[in-house]
């Protein structure tokens, strides 16, 4: 499976952005998929899932400002990002696991991932 980040782009707090993750693998429907982020000098985190039959769970920090969806038509998943806060500020990653779909927060739980996307917000 390729995964291909796109969306990111430098914002002002308070702002929005959506990202998408395109899969190239047309078994996109069995796939839980998830979003990570890293910012400058921290470790990668986990940020959003989706799962196969979407349902969804989100990090604690991005609750309510942040949506995770997928379009099984399209095999994209996307993270709507309202009221962005400059420590939103990372590198974006999606990930994927075509495994057994167990639920995960973790990056050993996804075995697919895409090349990052940047957000900067500013302040």
């Known amino acids: 499976v390729q995964l291909q980040a796109s969306g990111g782009g430098l914002v002002q707090a308070g702002g929005s952005l959506r990202l998408s993750c395109a899969a190239s693998r047309r078994t996109f429907n069995n796939l839980a998929m998830a979003w990570f982020r890293q910012a400058p000098g921290k470790e990668r985190e986990f940020m959003a899932r989706i799962g196969r039959l979407g349902g969804t769970y989100y990090a604690d920090s991005i609750q309510g400002r942040f949506t995770i969806s997928r379009d099984k038509a399209k095999n994209t998943m996307f993270l709507q990002m309202n009221s962005l806060k400059p420590e939103d500020t990372a590198i974006y990653y999606c990930?994927?696991?075509?495994?057994?779909?167990?639920?995960?927060?973790?990056?050993?739980?996804?075995?697919?991932w895409g090349q990052g996307t940047q957000v900067t917000v500013s302040s």
């Open positions: 990930a994927a696991d075509s495994r057994s779909g167990s639920f995960s927060i973790h990056r050993s739980g996804y075995n697919f």
